[in-house]
Every structure is written in C-alpha cells, then in structure tokens.
C-alpha cells in the first residue's frame, strides 16, 4: 500500500527486483539495435572489407552515434524508471549503477546470441570479407604472421564472446557515469 498512499519513505530497495526494468530496457535496446544492423546489412550499407581494415565511414560513424545513442538511452531511462516508479523517487549510487549495469547485461547477452546467428546463417561472407579487408591493410609478412590467428577471431563464436565482453566493459562505464549523475540519495533513510 505505500506505492498507493505516496509514502515512499517506507519502500526498502531490497525488496524491489531490478530484473524485470532491466529486462525491459535492455531488450527493447538489443531489439533496436538489432533492427538497425540488419536493415544495414540488408541494404549493403555496410563495408564489412573496409570495417576490418580500419577505415570508418560516414555510414560507420552515423551507425556508431545510434548505438550509443540507444545505449545510453537504455541505461538512463532504466535507472530513470526504477528510481521513479519502482523507488519513490529515490536511489543510491550503488543501486543506479547495479540497475544501469544489469539493463547493458540483458543488452549484452541478447545481442552476442544476435551476433553468432547473424554471423553463422545470415552474413557468413562477412567474415571472409572482414578477413580480407584485414589482410589487404597489412604487408605480406604480418599478412602471413597473422593469418592463423585471424581466421580463429573471425569466428562467430569468437565475435559473439567480443560483442559480450566489449558491451559488458562500456556498459560498466555508462552505467558509473548515469549512476553518478542519477543518484538520489533518500534523505530519511539511515
């Protein structure tokens, strides 16, 4: 009854499951995210050769900007919304971050699967295309050094774990700096 009578000193944030805003939040971002690359990839817009090589265009740099646009977006409305609807009004530092780190989690896992589905059925001649473009960028003899090495982390299992891990580290950076600025320390807790 507090949530119904506005008395949001008694809500205690241990027995409010951050899970469900941040599988809301993280899979309506995966969803976006992965909307956006495949209407990408199924318009040609994407040069997977000069990607591997280094070389950013003006499509990469507009793509880039829109995901974390939609990155950040994710982590400050879920933090937004727990602290709002979920909190009273209040959360602390510590909570922020655990609430933003745990939407870029969900993110994370959603869109590594995304990653080894698309790069295993859908674009498996990204890959060789990536390769290529790699090796075009390299002299012959660090072509030849790095050949092996190469074709294993042009894997989908590989790229996947790389989407994971590299989402897991800036979603830990978003989320320490949404949770720095969002934090709202209740003012009659203890």
């Not at 074709?151 to 590299?166: D, E, I, K, L």
Request: hydrophobic residues 55%.
């Amino acid at each position: 009854m507090a949530t119904l009578d506005g008395d949001y000193n008694s809500i205690d944030p241990s027995n409010v499951s951050m899970w469900p805003t941040a599988l809301r939040y993280g899979g309506i971002a995966a969803a976006i995210l992965i909307i956006l690359g495949l209407v990408m990839h199924l318009s040609g817009m994407v040069d997977y050769a000069a990607a591997a090589a280094g070389e950013t265009g003006a499509v990469s740099i507009i793509q880039n900007i829109i995901t974390y646009a939609v990155w950040i977006g994710s982590v400050v409305m879920a933090i937004k919304f727990h602290r709002d609807q979920e909190l009273g009004g209040y959360i602390s530092f510590g909570r922020a971050f655990g609430e933003g780190f745990a939407t870029s989690l969900i993110m994370g896992l959603i869109t590594a699967v995304w990653t080894y589905i698309f790069f295993s059925f859908i674009a498996g001649d990204a890959l060789e295309m990536m390769m290529e473009g790699a090796l075009e960028s390299m002299s012959d003899s660090e072509a030849d050094a790095a050949g092996g090495i190469l074709s294993t982390m042009m894997s989908p299992g590989v790229m996947a774990g790389m989407a994971f891990g590299g989402t897991i580290v800036l979603g830990a950076i978003i989320s320490l700096i949404a949770g720095a600025v969002m934090k709202k320390e209740n003012p009659n807790s203890i």
